[in-house]
């Protein structure tokens, strides 16, 4: 049974990968900053997989401390662990910091522990970011000229960074970019952003929805393809897009979940004026700035046919996170 290494396993996106895994015989090792996480994630995970494999290690993306520990043994390395939120924070580097410098921490521990293969969880903000509309394959990256906000800077250049490492072949390296993440979080650990915006429209604390369309994808579809990016032998290499093809609205959920009973969930959309007034003194506002207008699709046919991948519908995917935020 080989060991694989899952950073930020405490996370939305590391629960369900730390899941897929178990589920298919690997021995699972999780990095948690805090051990008194530990407890929760065994509780959580214990409800979907054999836990009898999976142990914890204490690292933080901010510190040297503890990562050749983590790596010691391991297969592979699946590096999920970085900070998603929309608000634009004050200091762009309390994102930037632990994307890039954890990247680079974590690779350079695989290297030297001679471990085969890392896959990293990246973004499609890493590729389209400060772009026009259009289509975007695998080979596009955002622009850092452009004012894209600290979170797809951070991305950008955390797999830049990533790619740097693994020029000289000592590890094969694949990223999995995913879009705006849907479906139902394990547990009560589902902090991240777009739970946080689907629960604040199912609860009617958005009394608008703002007119932005976005590449998504199911969380279990990411975890998936972690796993399948991780074992397919023709992925090294390889940046691979997990995303709808075609952008999907945020007013299309909000009708969808309206339509499964969820009444407080707004129908007015919010005019983009709004949207950029209100980005001069609310940091989630101003985050959303650079989306409105855009329309961007993606070319996933590699995705689909390397890694034999079959979305989830959306629609699925958004009343499902509902239903477990509700719970």
């Known amino acids: 049974m080989e060991l694989v290494l ?3 396993i405490s996370g939305y996106v590391g629960q369900h990968v730390a899941t897929e895994l178990l589920n298919a015989g690997y021995r699972v090792r999780g990095t ?51 900070p998603f939120v929309l608000a ?47 289509n975007y394959g695998t080979d596009s990256w955002s622009d850092l000229t452009a004012n894209i906000g600290a979170y797809a800077k951070s991305k950008t250049l955390a797999e830049q960074a990533a790619w740097e490492i693994v020029k000289d072949g000592e590890i094969e390296l694949v990223t999995i970019n995913p879009g705006f993440m849907l479906g139902p979080a ?46 397919d032998k023709k992925s090294a290499g390889k940046r691979y897009i997990a995303s709808t093809a075609e952008p ?7 009708a969808t979940l309206r339509g499964a009973g969820y009444s407080k969930v707004p129908s007015i959309k919010a005019p983009n004026f709004m949207i950029k007034m209100m980005g001069l003194f609310d940091r989630e506002a101003k985050g959303m700035v650079p989306e409105l207008g855009r329309m961007i699709s993606y070319d996933i046919s590699d995705t689909v046919d390397s890694l034999n991948w079959e979305p989830t519908p959306i629609d699925k995917s958004v009343l499902e996170m509902a239903a477990s935020i509700s719970k």
């Open 6 to 8: 899952v950073t930020g």
């Open 186 to 231: 394990i547990g009560k650990s589902g902090d991240g952003q777009s739970i946080a915006m689907i629960a604040g429209l199912i609860s009617g604390k958005l009394p608008m929805v703002p007119q932005v369309a976005m590449g998504m994808v199911d969380v279990r579809d990411v975890a998936k393809l972690h796993v399948a990016a991780m074992k």
């Open 32 to 82: 948690v900053r805090d051990e008194a996480k530990s407890a929760s994630v065994l509780k959580n995970l214990g409800g979907f997989a054999d836990t009898k494999n999976l142990e914890f290690v204490k690292a933080d993306l901010l510190n040297d401390k503890g990562w050749d520990d983590a790596v010691k043994g391991c297969a592979f390395v699946l590096h999920i662990a970085s």
């Open 248 to 254: 999907v609205a945020m007013s299309k959920l909000a």
């Open 88 to 134: 634009v924070p004050k200091d762009e580097n309390e994102l930037i910091a632990p994307a890039v410098e954890g990247t680079q921490r974590v690779l350079n521990a695989a290297k030297r522990a001679g471990v085969k293969r890392a896959v990293l969880t990246s973004s499609v903000v890493a590729m389209t970011s400060g772009r026009a509309s259009g």
